[in-house]
């Protein structure tokens, strides 16, 4: 079945120290999202690419960085994690144009991040 | 800018209908979205109007949009304990970017 995959389902890192997180998708769609959602929280945007090209949102920290090498791979890293960026990761796909109405994302399982 | 708000939670004796509620705050929305999300998923679109439309029904769900009021409401009748989820309602902000509410968490009970 396509789907949208992430690892690890889990992440425990250290206060500061380097974590990636990595999407993949089958439905070779050309945009790929990261949403971090904390507890009783909204999804919100951090970043999307649309085909190749990068969109960061205003409000997204430095700390947080994205790469897609291709279409099917998206990674965030975030470089100095701080207490404050445990929250469940969550990435999306979508495809756009559509030619649908819907233009429905299909969202991974997420990644709950625990900084210790 | 974009805002959604709903409320966080909603408990429902099984088999009994689910009133869920949403505001949004950007006029220019064309499309709003129900999605769930089970324990340990990402979220799944459930349904999704477009805003010239007031009604949507789509077997055991009806979407209601009052657009003057910027309100959103989904109705699940004969709720069943496999509907216990939290359900986001979204706002189509951009091209293809989505604004979301914070959920809200549906409990059945027998």
């Known amino acids: 079945d396509a789907m949208v995959i992430q690892n690890p389902r889990y992440q425990v890192t250290q206060f500061g120290k380097p974590v990636t997180l990595s999407c993949s998708q089958t439905?070779?769609?050309?945009?790929m999202y990261w949403y971090q959602q904390k507890s009783s929280q909204a999804p919100k945007l951090l970043f999307h690419y649309y085909d190749k090209d990068f969109n960061n949102e205003a409000d997204t920290p430095d700390n947080f960085q994205s790469r897609r090498p291709n279409t099917s791979f998206c990674f965030l890293d975030i470089r100095s994690p701080g207490l404050g960026d445990a929250a469940m990761y969550l990435c999306a796909t979508s495809s756009f144009p559509s030619g649908r109405a819907d233009n429905e994302q299909f969202f991974g399982p997420g990644t709950r991040l625990t900084v210790l | 800018g974009e805002d959604v708000e709903q409320s966080l939670f909603l408990s429902v004796r099984e088999g009994d209908s689910s009133v869920i509620n949403c505001t949004y705050t950007?006029?220019?929305?064309?499309?709003l979205y129900w999605y769930k999300q089970e324990p340990g998923a990402g979220l799944q679109l459930l349904t999704y109007?477009?805003?010239?439309?007031d009604m949507k029904q789509d077997q055991r769900l009806t979407v209601l949009l009052n657009k003057k009021d910027k309100h959103l409401s989904l109705r699940i009748a004969d709720t069943q304990t496999g509907d216990s989820a939290i359900y986001f309602c979204?706002?189509?902000?951009?091209?293809?970017?989505?604004?979301f509410g914070a959920g809200t968490t549906v409990t059945v009970r027998a």
């Open positions: 979204a706002e189509r902000s951009d091209d293809y970017k989505l604004s």
């Open positions: 439905l070779n769609h050309n945009v």
């Open positions: 950007d006029s220019s929305s064309t499309y």
């Open positions: 109007i477009f805003s010239n439309m």
